[in-house]
């Protein structure tokens, strides 16, 4: 098992940034992948960005420029920065974390998630 906890969500103004940051711990050799969804009211939760263990990214094209995913693998916590941030960035961010299935595309397989932060951007 793998337990993830998050951290950083909040309150901020358009154009303002925020950093969530996600600490695994438990069986963490068994994820080589790990994640941030996103999930807004009457929407499907999507991938926002994922870091493999090796340092390769994938960020949706909704945010690149604005976020950027990194891991600090002493401390296995995965951070993400988020500047520029837009109303439309406001959900219900989800941890993620699983193991890799094509690394061409990124794709991977979620085994665990956190309990989700919530990041409200106003206008």
């Known amino acids: 098992q793998v337990q993830l906890v998050e951290s950083g969500g909040g309150l901020v103004q358009a154009g303002g940034s925020l950093r969530l940051s996600c600490a695994a711990s438990g069986n963490i050799l068994s994820i080589n992948v790990m994640g941030w969804y996103r999930q807004a009211p009457g929407k499907q939760r999507e991938l926002v960005a994922a870091i493999t263990d090796g340092g390769s990214t994938k960020h949706v094209d909704s945010v690149k420029g604005r976020f950027s995913i990194s891991r600090d693998n002493a401390k296995n916590t995965v951070h993400l920065q988020m500047n520029s941030l837009k109303p439309e960035d406001t959900a219900v961010y989800y941890c993620?974390?699983?193991?890799?299935?094509?690394?061409?595309?990124?794709?991977?397989?979620?085994?665990?998630w956190g309990q989700g932060t919530q990041v409200t951007v106003s206008s």
């Open positions: 993620n974390a699983g193991h890799l299935v094509r690394l061409a595309t990124m794709q991977y397989e979620s085994d665990y």
